[in-house]
């Protein structure tokens, strides 16, 4: 059984912090491309932020850049996105997704085509 679960999210205000986790099951994220997405009602999907786990590379959109930071714990087999001095636009169905290799970013656009997660929400508001 392949599965990716998200966890962590919920209602903060503006200013605010979460930690998201993505745990996996039915393999290891070795040499795996760790991406994070969220989508907002009315918006397209965005990625957020990647990690290969095979050159410790890591990708951030310009929009949460010196804010969010990923990270993995490889003994629990999860991936983490801390998130920091949140902000209403930030609100969204965050998603986690993996495929062997390294992260694939074409035409500033981060492209992850294996398993995703079912998503966990986050709200900034007030």
């Known amino acids: 059984q392949v599965q990716l679960v998200e966890s962590g999210g919920g209602s903060v205000q503006p200013g605010g912090s979460l930690r998201l986790s993505c745990s996996a099951s039915?393999?290891?994220?070795?040499?795996?491309?760790i991406g994070w997405f969220r989508q907002a009602p009315g918006k397209e999907r965005e990625g957020v932020s990647c990690?290969?786990?095979?050159?410790?590379?890591?990708y951030y959109a310009d929009s949460v850049k010196g804010r969010f930071t990923i990270s993995r714990d490889k003994s629990k087999n999860t991936v983490y996105l801390q998130m920091n001095s949140l902000k209403p636009e930030d609100t969204a169905v965050y998603y986690c997704?993996?495929?062997?290799?390294?992260?694939?970013?074409?035409?500033?656009?981060?492209?992850?085509?294996?398993?995703w997660g079912q998503g966990t929400e986050v709200t900034v508001s007030s």
């Open positions: 039915g393999f290891t994220l070795d040499y795996y491309a």
């Open positions: 997704a993996a495929h062997v290799g390294l992260c694939t970013i074409v035409r500033g656009i981060l492209l992850v085509k294996g398993s």
């Open positions: 990690l290969s786990t095979s050159d410790g590379n890591t």
